[in-house]
């Protein structure tokens, strides 16, 4: 049977029909030829791309002609164009020293291939190294796992970092909702090694274009989920991995919670605040040591400098209306370093009154620790890998050159719980006072019974004053009567004859 659609009409009108050609036979070469077509094309691109001929690899770019053509913004060539682009790298350290020629040259070439104004964040975020290519394998609870699922791309204090169990919102969120989605964390099951995270790392050698530690490597962060991580709120553990070595770090959790008891005190009282007290000056949302601490910086930042760095979180429309920090505020952000890195937290009494005063620093008089908060401690060590192949179940099919292995676990049930509370009630002052005082002079409960007895008839005297001589005058009318001697003889009778009246007497009787 033949469809409408299977008539083909010549240019003539004429209408002729091919029995041989059906709706579907057509539909399967079709699809055959397309996907024959896509297979030679992937091919095509993958041989220009590795191919050892010269200038071939541009054939199979995705830019199109007007972009390369707009690549063309400088005369400089590539090698003085990457020492231009080094100078990018400035944003992460901000040096002491900085030479103003070069960022001013390096905003130049920036500003004009995006043709105006540019987006540091989407720049650094492209030069910073993907998960997806630094994470060869992971393993988490037993079970080999999906890096991407694991690991989020997520701003630090250290730049974009891939970031596990990360349990806050979105780096960048334009208008703030009114409730924020909890993010899930991955639990901790079991102990051991075995039982943690384990991350195969590839450090990229051949690809260290600016190289902010000065070995090769990683920086490991370890800091509370909930934070974010900078180093200034004290709340963050740096360790070093390196290549070719299998590095462990054996995490210890140490929980500090407070008693609802001492939410009735004031805050420079206590000297911590709750979560759910106060929120945080601009981000708004829940109030956290650590974003207290960026909160006061940031905001200090822009006072002396009129921008904000790229690696800090921006929530809410006040925080996109600050301009992003770009290579000619660098020299503003190096002459103040120092200062954001000394940070002040509430004035305490017990603090150094030079120190109280210090104009290097930076005071943030607001910022309290929290009153429930967890800190982690780390014991790392590691060991040096060969080269070569492993008969291991997370290596399996993996060979190691400078790759390094990563280990996070805890090694102990449980953890250290620190409680804070009221350090005495009444009940205990009471109890205290009492025991000091029946020591010394025996004074008990019971004495200050009889006190308060004899304080309340001095009040009942005092306000019941006239009925009190109301009840002397009546006393006063009545005479008094004499008190007589009375004899035993007049208690009996004096003859036998009245004895009947008096019931029976005993037998022996006496004569009087």
């Given at each position: ?480 009567q004499p008190i007589r001697t009375i004899y035993w003889s007049e208690l009996l009778p004096r003859t036998w004859q009245a004895a009947p009246y008096y019931g029976h007497l005993p037998k022996n009787r006496?004569?009087?």
């Open positions: 049977m033949w469809a409408e659609g299977d008539w083909i009409k010549s240019k003539n009108q004429v209408t002729v029909a091919h029995a041989w050609t059906t709706r579907n036979s057509r539909r399967s070469r079709s699809k055959f030829s397309c996907s024959f077509f896509k297979v030679v094309l992937k091919y095509l691109k993958f041989y220009c791309q590795y191919s050892s001929l010269a200038g071939i690899k541009y054939l199979a770019n995705s830019r199109t002609w007007t972009e390369s053509f707009h690549a063309n913004v400088t005369d400089l060539s590539v090698g003085e164009i990457l020492g231009l682009l080094v100078q990018l790298g400035s944003q992460y350290a901000s040096e002491f020293e900085m030479d103003k020629n070069r960022n001013k040259q390096v905003h130049q070439l920036l500003t004009t291939y995006y043709e105006g104004d540019y987006d540091m964040i989407d720049i650094m975020k492209t030069l910073s190294p993907p998960c997806s290519t630094m994470l060869l394998k992971c393993k988490l609870h037993g079970k080999i796992q999906n890096c991407s699922r694991l690991f989020t791309f997520r701003k630090t204090q250290d730049g974009f970092c891939c970031a596990f169990n990360y349990a806050r919102e979105d780096d960048d969120i334009p208008v703030m909702p009114d409730v924020l989605k909890s993010i899930p964390v991955y639990p901790v099951y079991d102990l051991g090694i075995d039982r943690g995270l384990t991350v195969l790392l590839d450090p990229f050698l051949d690809d260290y274009f600016y190289q902010i530690l000065p070995i090769m490597g990683w920086k490991v962060i370890l800091f509370d989920p909930h934070d974010y991580p900078d180093v200034t709120s004290g709340g963050v553990i740096e360790i070093l991995a390196m290549p070719s070595s299998e590095t462990y770090v054996d995490v210890t959790a140490t929980s500090f919670i407070s008693t609802k008891a001492i939410e009735g005190y004031s805050i420079a009282k206590r000297k911590c605040i709750f979560s759910k007290e106060i929120q945080t000056l601009y981000g708004g949302t829940r109030y956290t040591y650590s974003d207290c601490i960026v909160d006061c910086k940031i905001h200090d930042i822009q006072n002396l400098c009129g921008c904000r760095p790229f690696f800090y979180p921006r929530r809410g429309k006040y925080e996109y209306a600050i301009r992003i920090c770009n290579n000619m505020d660098l020299d503003c952000l190096a002459k103040y370093k120092s200062k954001w890195w000394t940070v002040f937290p509430h004035d305490d009494s017990n603090n150094d009154e030079h120190i109280l005063h210090q104009p290097d620093g930076l005071h943030c008089r607001s910022c309290y620790p929290v009153c429930e908060d967890t800190t982690y401690d780390v014991l790392s060590s590691k060991s040096y890998m060969t080269p070569g192949t492993y008969m291991t179940e997370f290596l399996r099919n993996a060979t190691i050159n400078d790759q390094a292995i990563l280990h996070v676990f805890f090694s102990k049930y449980g953890s250290i719980r620190l409680k804070q509370d009221v350090a005495y009630y009444w009940y205990e002052l009471m109890s205290d006072i009492g025991g000091i005082c029946g020591v010394f002079i025996g004074f008990s409960l019971i004495s200050v019974v009889e006190i308060l007895y004899f304080v309340m008839l001095v009040f009942r005297e005092m306000l019941c004053k006239r009925w009190v001589i109301e009840d002397e005058s009546r006393e006063k009318e009545i005479p008094n006496t004569k009087y």
